[in-house]
T-cell receptor, first 117, second 113 residues
């Protein structure tokens, strides 16, 4: 099946620094990629949807200047958490799909755990 | 607003016993419905999905789910649980037909010997 990787798998950073998380589709071209955030013992919350070559669409309440998303190629999307603060500590998960329609399967990466000190 | 409810936070089942995980959704029309499983260190894996047609859906790993419109439910079942089924299970809906998934809070399945 289709594989999505994330790098790094975990990261610890100091407050005020920026952190970049990569999401790659390894064996298929992902027209659409999604970024989720998961708090402990809570559900996944969609942060944004990105289509290759265009600006990401952010969900209500998600600061686009805080969470910069770039989808420059059909196999790579990046999420940059700018000026990270402890409240940004979370588990970030990406997923990828060949189209934006619900009938098409979303393939999920293993997640990146971010801890901001 | 669309929402997904998984009323059981934890469920413990004996190995070999049957399993049913509950999922209810709140939406005006019939959304697209999904069940995912999340194991530590691995990405969410799609177990099954329902879009239309037969309301009993077969998935991978011996799982099935039944869509009941009258109850706005999409419960996941397995007749005989294996120890390897221990994981977190998420029900999700795509209300608009596009890939904007709304997830439930998950049910953690524990399998006892």
């Amino acid at each position: 099946g289709a594989v999505v990787s994330q790098h790094p798998s975990w990261v610890i950073c100091k407050s005020g620094t920026s952190v970049k998380i990569e999401c790659r589709s390894l064996d298929f071209q992902a027209t659409t990629m999604f970024w989720y955030r998961q708090f402990p013992k809570q559900s996944l919350m969609l942060m944004a949807t990105s289509n290759e070559g265009s600006k990401a669409t952010y969900e209500q309440g998600v600061e686009k200047d805080k969470f910069l998303i770039n989808h420059a190629s059909l196999t790579l999307s990046t999420l940059t958490v700018t000026s990270a603060h402890p409240e940004d500590s979370s588990f970030y998960i990406c997923s990828a799909s060949t189209t934006a329609v619900a009938q098409e399967t979303q393939y999920f990466g293993p997640g990146t755990r971010l801890l901001v000190l | 607003a669309q929402s997904v409810t998984q009323p059981d936070i934890h469920i413990t089942v004996s190995e070999g016993a049957s399993l049913e995980l509950r999922c209810n959704y709140s939406y005006g029309a019939t959304p697209y419905l999904f069940w995912y499983v999340q194991s530590p260190g691995q990405g969410l894996q799609l177990l099954l999905k329902y879009f239309s047609g037969d309301t009993l859906v077969q998935g991978i790993k011996g799982f099935e789910a039944e869509f009941k419109r009258s109850q706005s439910s999409f419960n996941l079942r397995k007749p005989s649980v294996h120890w390897s089924d221990a994981a977190e299970y998420f029900c999700a809906v795509a209300p608009t037909g596009f890939q904007k998934l709304v997830f439930g809070t998950g049910t953690r399945l524990l399998v006892s010997p």
